[in-house]
T-cell receptor, first 114, second 114 residues
């Protein structure tokens, strides 16, 4: 079945540690996105990528980094510079030439600080 | 500024009663409008979308939404709510192009009482 796979489902970060959240899609979608969700805050855009080897900062990119070396993969690294990383992280993708911007979501990764 | 407002943070309805969730948007271009639903700890699932044409759109699970340009609204409705509809609902607006981000509201949590 086609879809978006996020792993791990739960992740714990120690003080000063970088952690990487995985997002893989087999939908042949071109654009991919990372959102952060906090209670009562809705979804806030961290980074997005329209094509391989290109990505743009969203509204809350500080303390995060991404790469897009393959069309299928868009990993997110939460760096030690992100002082409040506890949140639910959602990855999404959308096809380039169809779909009118409909975004399809993974099941999310919940990140907590130890 | 582009934004989406969902005025109701939390709504409780009785099972079998009708439901209306409000959404107002501010967007500088032709809006492409979406409603997503999220069960606890899960990703977002698309309920319905409006791109153009008939202003009353039908979605999955018996939901519908009406686009009112004059009121900048896109309210979600369901004639008879089921207990399984309890979830968080997000309204979003976008430019309708792949690679452009969606702007999400902060969400409305729906509880269903028996």
């Amino acid at each position: 079945d086609g879809g978006i796979t996020q792993s791990p489902k739960y992740l714990f970060r120690k003080e000063g540690q970088n952690v990487t959240l995985s997002c893989e899609q087999n939908l042949n979608h071109d654009a991919m996105y990372w959102y952060r969700q906090d209670p009562g805050q809705g979804l806030r855009l961290i980074y997005y990528s329209q094509i391989v080897n290109d990505f743009q900062k969203g509204d809350i990119a500080e303390g995060y980094s991404v790469s897009r070396e393959k069309k299928e993969s868009f990993p997110l690294t939460v760096t030690s510079a992100q002082k409040n990383p506890t949140a639910f992280y959602l990855c999404a993708s959308t096809p380039r030439d169809r779909g009118n911007g409909i975004q399809y979501f993974g099941a999310g990764t919940r990140l907590s600080v130890l | 500024a582009q934004s989406v407002t969902q005025p109701d943070i939390h709504i409780t309805v009785s099972e079998g009663a009708s439901l209306e969730l409000r959404c107002n948007y501010s967007y500088g271009a032709t809006p492409y409008l979406f409603w997503y639903v999220q069960s606890p700890g899960q990703g977002l699932q698309l309920l319905l979308k409006y791109f153009s044409g008939d202003t009353l759109v039908q979605g999955i699970k018996g939901f519908e939404a009406e686009f009112k340009r004059s009121q900048s609204s896109f309210n979600l409705r369901k004639p008879s709510v089921h207990w399984s509809d309890a979830a968080e609902y997000f309204c979003a607006v976008g430019a309708g192009q792949a690679g452009t981000a969606l702007i999400f509201g902060k969400g409305t949590t729906l509880s269903v009482s028996s």
